[in-house]
Every structure is written in C-alpha cells, then in structure tokens.
C-alpha cells in the first residue's frame, strides 16, 4: 500500500510519476505492434496452412527437403522425395508449399 501513495505523489519538479512512466508504456506498445502481434499471426497463418494440407501437394520442410505428401496422419506426414524414396516428418516441420517459393509478401 505504502508503493502506491509513493507512485501517487508528485516529483520535486511538480511532475507526475505516471508521466515519467509514459515513455515505458508507449515502448511497450510499439513493441507488441511491432513484433508480438505479427509473430501471432505468422502463426496463426502456418497453423492453418497445415491443417489444409492435402495428399499431392507439393512442400518444403524446415531443412529444406522438397517433396510431395504421399500420406497425412494425424501429426506426421510421410514425403515422397523421390523415386521410390519416402520419409516421415513431423506437420510442424513443414513450412510451405512449393507454389510460394519465389513469390513474395
């Protein structure tokens, strides 16, 4: 209690402490603008991208694997990157769709 009436008082200079806190909080919001609300929305938008997924498209992983989705299951996917050559990853592993590589936003 004895905190607030401290935050409550005015300075010497007759300035009030929530003034010099201004600065604090106007940072704070440029930062969530700046990088907590896009980074929820990157992913959010990679979340629905996996869950649209479908078996043909063609991906990229993570690591940079090219392959086509032979086979979803619930949290993995198996690729076919090649002739007779088949992997399993993890959903979360992949990252794109090969129809966005080049493009930009």
Do not use: C
């Amino acid at each position: 209690m004895e905190n607030l009436f401290i935050l409550l008082q005015e300075s010497a200079d007759g300035e009030s402490t929530w003034m010099s806190l201004l600065p604090l909080f106007l940072i704070l919001i440029v930062f969530y603008f700046f990088f907590i609300r896009p980074q929820t929305k990157k992913n959010k938008d990679q979340k629905k991208f996996r869950e649209e997924l479908k078996k043909g498209d063609k991906v990229v992983t993570i690591g940079g694997l090219h392959g086509r989705i032979a086979e979803l299951k619930e949290t993995t996917v198996v690729l076919e990157i090649g002739s007779q050559i088949k992997a399993t990853v993890e959903k979360s592993a992949i990252v794109m769709d090969t129809a966005t590589i080049g493009q930009t936003k």
